[in-house]
C-alpha cells in the first residue's frame, strides 16, 4: 500500500526495490521480438494478449485495493486509542521540526494499527515516508558459473537509509522526510551487532527521523523487536519506544461502523450493508485485529451468499467472553475469525479462578472445560503445570483441598517426567489443570498476581568459599553442604581468629 | 593445614580401619594385575572413595598421588557448552557427572572415549590401562546410563571405570550385569570411635570415650560427618569434656524448624510459608531424598503409631514419585499437604474426645 503512494511521485528509487515492472517486461518484450522475427503471423495475437493482460491488470489493481477504501483518513479515523496517537504525534511533530537522527521504535501486535497511524499523522504533517523492503538477494551464477560479488546485506541497509534521509526529492519540493524500516533484514537477526553498527552511522550521517515498527507476539521466541532492540540499544541511541495495544472491542467497534457507512455510501454495488449483528460478531472474532476484522468484515458483506447461510454460519458462543462487553451471548463466525489465544497467565488464571455456569438443564459447568485449555498448552505442558504449581496455593482455603491438588500435581510431574510417551504430556496436563479445578471447594477471592515458577538453580558452596579443604580433591557437591559446609565453618572461625 | 578427614585418611590397603577381611580380598584382586569394572556402593561416609584410592596406589604406585585439577569442555549436540571440573593422574581421572545435570551423558562418553584413546606411554612396567572413577552414578539419567553401557564394552582394553553409588536400586541392571559390585557397609558406632580415638591419638589429644560414642551416635554412621564433628567440637572446646555440646549441621536445625512450622498450623497459609523453606533448602543443595527423611523423622515424633505408619507409607509413596519425576518440590509439598491433612483430622478428633 505505501510504496503504491510512493511510486506516483518518487525520484529517489530504491536501488533494489522489486522492480517487477521494468524487468519482466523488457524480457517479454525481447522474447517478443525474436517472435516477431520467427513468425510474423503471430505479432498481431502477441500484440492482442498484451493488451488483454494489461486491461486485467488494470482490473485487480482496482480490486487489489479495495481494502484501501476502507483506510482511515484522518487522525479521527483511526482505530488505535486516542491516548497512543497522541503520543505517536507528538513525537512526529517534535522531530518534524529539526534536522536530528531521532529514532522511533513502534511495537505492538499484529494488525493493531502501528503502520496505519504513522502514516496518517505523516500525511497531516506533510511528511514523506521511505520505506526499506529488503530486497530478494538469490545469487544467479554468471554465465561463467561465477556467483556476483555481492554487497553485504548490511552495507546496503545503511546506503539506503543514508540516501532516504539525507536526499530531498526534486519533485515535490518537501524537505520533510521521514525512514520507515518494518522489514529487518534477517542478518540482523544472526547479528545484532551488525545492527548497531548501522544505527551509530546512521545517528552521525543522517539528517532524518527513522521509525522502527516491530510486531510482537508473545508466542514467538525469536522476536525482532526484543531481539534486536535491546534495553541497553534502546539507551545508546536514546530511541522512543512507543508499545501498542491490541484495539479495543470498542474501537474496532466504531472503526468497523465507520466502514459500514463507507459500504453504504459508495459500494452498494458490491456489498451488502453489514447489520450491527454482523459487526459484533466480526469485532468477537477478530481478537483485537484491525487489519483481520475488515478484512472478515469484507467477506462477510459480499455480495453473492444469501443472507441466510451467513446466520447459519455464526456460532452462538455461549459465554461472555470478556466481563466489559454488557452483552452476554457472543457469537462467532465458524469460517472467519483467529483463534482466541491466551497467554500463559490467563490461563493460570482460568484453572485457579474457574468460573461455573448452569447449563439450561440445571446441571453445572464450567465456562472454560478443562479440555479446552488443555488444548491451548499442550505444547507447553511443563512449563504450564510449574505456573500453577507456583500459583495454586494462595486460592484454597481448606488443608484438605490442598492436598488433593497437591497429590495431583505430584501426579502430573511424574507423567510430565516421561516425555518420550507424547501422551503422557497430555495426561498429565489434563490431570493438573482438571484436579486443581476440581479440588478448590471453598475457593479463597481474593486479588493473587501470578508469578513466575522458581528458578530452581541450586548453588553449591565453591571449594574456594570453605578453606580448610585440600585442593586437588574433588568434592561432591551434596556432600560439602550435608557434611562439611557446617563444620568448616566452625572451624575455619575458630582458628582463623 | 588441612581438615582431619584429609589428613588421617589411610593410603594403604592394609591400614584401613575397618571392613578389613574386605580389604584383602581387594588387594588380591588387583594383584591379579587386572580388574573387571568395578561398581563400589555404599552410605554416604563409608569409605568408599578412600578404599578406590588405596586399591589405585596398590595398582600404580605413588604415582596416583600427584593430582591435578583440570576443567575440561564438552559440546553437547545442541551446541552447548558445558564445563565440568576433573581431578585427574597420570594413571586415573575422576569427575562428578551429575555437576552438568541433563547433559551428563555427553561427558560420560566423551570423557571416556578421551581417555581410552590415549593408551600409556609406557605400557612396560605400568598396566595398559587407565582408570575413570564417575561418582554419583546412581544419579545420573537414564541416558547416561544406557550411554555408559556402550561405552563401558566398547574400551573395555584401554579403560577401566570404577563406578561409585550410594545404592544400586537406581543403577540400570545392564551397568549391574557388567560391573563387580562392591558393597562398602556404613562403619558401625564402635568402629567409628575406635576410629575418632585413634584419629585423636595421631593430633596427641585425648578423647573421652563417653564423647566418642556420642558422636559417632550423633553422625549417624557416617564417618566423615563424625570426624568433622570431632574436629568441630575441639576446636569449640578442649580439652573435651564427655558432655559437651556437639554442633549438627545446619540443614538438620533448618528441616526441625520447618517440621515445627508443620507441626503449629495446618493451613494453606502455612503450608505457603513452609514451601519458601523447601525452596531454600533445595537452593541451597540439600539432597530431596534427606530433606524427606529429615522431614519424616520430626514429623512423626508427634504421631500416634497408627498414624506413624500411615504418614511413612505417605512419605515412601511420595519420595518415590519425586525419583521418578523431575520436580522434587512438587512431591515434598504434596507430602506436607498431605501430612497438614491428616494431622489436623488427628488433632480435630482428639479434642473432640476431650470434650
Not at chain 2, 116 to 123: G, K, P, R, V
Not at chain 2, 183 to 203: D, F, G, H, M, N
Amino acid at each position: 500500500m505505501t510504496s503504491n503512494v510512493k511510486k506516483e511521485k518518487k525520484w529517489f528509487k530504491p536501488m533494489f526495490d522489486f522492480d517487477d515492472e521494468e524487468k519482466p517486461s523488457k524480457k517479454i518484450k525481447t522474447d517478443k521480438q525474436i517472435q516477431k522475427k520467427q513468425e510474423s503471423n503471430e505479432i498481431v495475437e502477441n500484440e492482442v494478449s498484451e493488451t488483454n493482460t494489461g486491461g486485467k491488470e488494470f482490473i485487480i489493481k482496482d480490486h487489489k485495493h479495495w481494502m484501501k477504501t476502507f483506510e482511515p483518513v484522518n487522525v479521527e479515523d483511526l482505530a488505535v486509542h486516542n491516548k497512543k496517537v497522541q503520543e505517536v504525534e507528538d513525537w512526529v511533530k517534535t522531530v518534524s521540526n529539526n534536522n536530528n537522527s531521532d529514532m522511533l521504535l513502534m511495537t505492538g501486535p499484529v494488525g493493531c494499527g502501528k503502520t496505519i497511524t504513522l502514516q496518517v499523522l505523516a500525511k497531516k504533517y506533510g511528511i514523506r515516508i521511505t520505506e526499506w523492503i529488503t530486497p530478494l538477494d538469490i545469487d544467479i551464477p554468471s554465465e561463467n558459473g561465477e556467483y556476483e560479488f555481492k554487497q553485504r546485506q548490511s552495507v546496503r541497509f545503511l546506503d539506503f537509509l543514508l540516501n532516504a534521509a539525507n536526499f530531498t526529492s526534486l519533485l515535490d519540493g518537501n524537505s520533510k522526510k521521514l525512514v520507515l524500516v518494518e522489514d529487518f533484514p534477517n542478518t540482523f537477526m544472526r547479528t545484532p551487532s551488525e545492527f548497531t553498527e548501522v544505527l551509530l552511522q546512521y545517528q552521525q550521517r543522517a539528517k532524518s527521523p527513522i521509525v522502527f515498527i516491530c510486531s510482537e507476539s508473545h508466542t514467538d521466541n525469536k522476536n525482532s523487536a526484543s531481539n534486536i532492540f535491546t534495553p541497553s540499544l534502546k539507551e545508546q541511541f536514546n530511541i522512543h519506544h512507543i508499545s501498542f495495544n491490541s484495539v479495543a472491542p470498542t474501537n474496532l467497534r466504531a472503526a468497523l461502523k465507520r466502514v459500514a457507512t463507507i459500504i453504504s455510501k459508495k459500494h452498494t454495488a458490491v456489498y451488502n450493508t453489514p447489520t450491527a449483528d454482523v459487526i459484533e460478531c466480526v469485532v468477537n472474532s477478530s481478537a483485537g485485529d484491525v487489519r483481520s476484522a475488515v478484512l472478515n468484515l469484507h467477506f462477510a458483506c459480499l455480495k453473492g451468499g444469501s443472507k441466510q447461510n451467513m446466520d447459519t454460519s455464526i456460532v452462538h458462543g455461549k459465554e461472555s467472553k470478556s466481563k466489559t462487553t454488557r452483552k452476554k451471548k457472543t457469537s462467532k463466525f465458524m469460517s472467519l475469525g483467529k483463534d482466541e489465544s491466551v497467554s500463559i497467565l490467563h490461563g493460570v488464571g482460568r484453572v485457579l479462578n474457574p468460573k461455573v455456569i448452569e447449563t439450561d438443564s440445571g446441571s453445572k459447568k464450567f465456562t472454560h472445560t478443562p479440555e479446552d485449555i488443555v488444548e491451548q498448552f499442550i505444547s507447553q505442558p511443563v512449563s504450564f503445570v510449574n505456573f500453577l504449581e507456583e500459583n495454586y496455593l494462595p486460592h484454597f482455603s481448606n488443608i484438605d483441598h490442598v492436598d488433593k491438588a497437591a497429590s495431583a500435581l505430584s501426579d502430573s510431574d511424574l507423567m510430565l517426567a516421561e516425555w518420550r510417551e507424547k501422551m503422557c504430556q497430555e495426561y498429565g496436563l489434563y490431570n493438573a489443570v482438571a484436579s486443581l479445578m476440581l479440588a478448590n471447594k471453598a475457593p479463597v477471592s481474593a486479588w493473587n498476581p501470578v508469578r513466575g515458577p522458581k528458578n530452581m538453580k541450586i548453588q553449591y558452596p565453591t571449594v574456594r568459599e570453605l578453606r580448610l579443604l585440600e585442593e586437588n580433591y574433588l568434592y561432591k557437591g551434596k556432600i560439602l553442604v550435608s557434611d562439611y559446609q557446617t563444620y568448616c565453618k566452625i572451624i575455619s572461625n575458630k582458628t582463623g581468629t | 593445614m588441612s581438615l582431619w578427614v584429609d589428613k588421617h585418611r589411610p593410603r594403604d590397603l592394609m591400614k584401613l580401619d575397618y571392613h578389613k577381611d574386605q580389604a584383602v580380598r581387594l588387594k588380591s584382586l588387583v594383584q591379579q594385575s587386572d580388574f573387571p569394572h568395578l561398581l563400589v556402593y555404599g552410605p554416604s561416609g563409608a569409605g568408599k572413595k578412600t578404599r578406590i584410592m588405596c586399591l589405585l596406589r596398590e595398582l600404580y604406585g605413588s604415582g596416583v598421588e600427584r593430582l591435578r585439577q583440570e576443567t575440561m569442555t564438552f559440546t553437547t549436540p545442541s551446541n552447548k557448552k558445558v564445563e565440568i571440573m576433573t581431578v585427574s593422574s597420570n594413571y586415573h581421572i575422576e569427575v562428578n557427572p551429575t555437576d552438568v545435570g541433563i547433559h551428563d551423558r555427553v561427558v560420560i562418553m566423551d570423557l571416556v572415549k578421551n581417555v581410552a584413546q590415549t593408551h600409556q606411554i609406557d605400557s612396560s612396567g605400568q598396566r595398559e590401562f587407565k582408570v575413570v572413577i564417575l561418582n554419583e552414578v546412581d544419579d545420573l539419567t537414564k541416558d547416561a546410563q544406557h550411554a555408559l553401557r556402550r561405552t563401558m564394552e566398547k574400551y573395555v582394553a584401554t579403560c577401566r571405570l570404577i563406578l561409585i553409588a550410594n545404592s544400586i536400586s537406581r543403577v540400570i541392571p545392564a551397568i549391574r550385569s557388567r560391573c563387580l559390585t562392591i558393597r562398602v557397609p556404613a562403619p558401625t558406632e564402635s568402629e567409628i570411635a575406635s576410629v575418632l580415638q585413634l584419629v585423636c591419638k595421631k593430633e596427641s589429644l585425648n578423647l573421652p570415650s563417653d564423647l566418642a560414642t556420642r558422636l559417632a551416635k550423633a553422625a549417624d554412621r557416617n564417618l566423615r560427618r563424625a570426624l568433622l564433628m570431632c574436629e568441630a567440637c575441639k576446636v569449640q572446646q578442649y580439652p573435651f569434656t564427655s558432655d559437651q555440646k556437639i554442633p549438627e549441621p545446619d540443614w538438620q536445625q533448618f528441616i526441625r524448624d520447618t517440621a515445627s512450622m508443620i507441626l503449629s498450623e495446618q493451613t494453606a497459609k502455612k503450608l505457603g510459608e513452609v514451601r519458601q523453606k523447601l525452596y531454600e533448602l533445595i537452593i541451597h543443595g540439600v539432597p530431596p531424598d534427606m530433606i524427606f527423611a529429615g522431614l519424616l523423622k520430626e514429623l512423626v515424633r508427634n504421631c500416634d503409631m497408627a498414624m506413624k505408619c500411615q504418614v511413612a507409607s505417605h512419605a515412601a509413596n511420595y519420595e518415590h514419585r519425586m525419583r521418578l519425576g523431575n520436580k522434587p518440590i512438587f512431591h515434598l509439598e504434596a507430602f506436607v499437604a498431605k501430612f497438614m491433612a491428616i494431622y489436623k483430622k488427628f488433632v480435630e478428633e482428639s479434642m473432640g474426645d476431650v470434650f
